[in-house]
């Protein structure tokens, strides 16, 4: 069974920081690219990040670019993203998601399986 597991919400102060932890089991890790996006209420999904497993090459939205990082431990199965300087738009519920594909261009055309999803609050 295919799981993404999100952790590490929670509430910040703005300026903070969060590292949020995404969990994923159920097929080879190798073989996908894990992407970030968020949803504040009232608005689209944004897609805010990308890592692919296999070459470690990295993507960040324009809104994240300079104060989120992307990383992986391939031993854990694990992709973490690290969010730096946190302000109150970022309050939004952040979900990690799959795709079957080698690139970070695999998070453009769509993605397999997604997580549930943790919940971001920065108050001001």
């Known amino acids: 069974e295919v799981q993404l597991v999100e952790s590490g919400g929670g509430l910040v102060q703005a300026g903070g920081s969060l590292r949020l932890s995404c969990a994923a089991s159920?097929?080879?890790?190798?073989?996908?690219?894990i992407g970030w996006f968020r949803q504040a209420p009232g608005k689209e999904r944004e897609g805010i990040s990308c890592i692919s497993i296999m070459s470690s090459n990295t993507y960040y939205a324009s809104s994240v670019k300079g104060r989120f990082t992307i990383s992986s431990d391939n031993a854990k199965n694990t992709v973490y993203l690290q969010m730096n300087s946190l302000n109150p738009e970022g309050t939004a519920v952040y979900y990690c998601?799959?795709?079957?594909?080698?690139?970070?261009?695999?998070?453009?055309?769509?993605?397999?399986?997604w997580g549930k999803g943790t919940l971001v609050t920065v108050s001001s």
């Open positions: 998601a799959a795709a079957r594909a080698p690139t970070v261009a695999g998070c453009y055309y769509g993605m397999d399986y």
């Open positions: 159920g097929f080879t890790f190798d073989d996908f690219a």
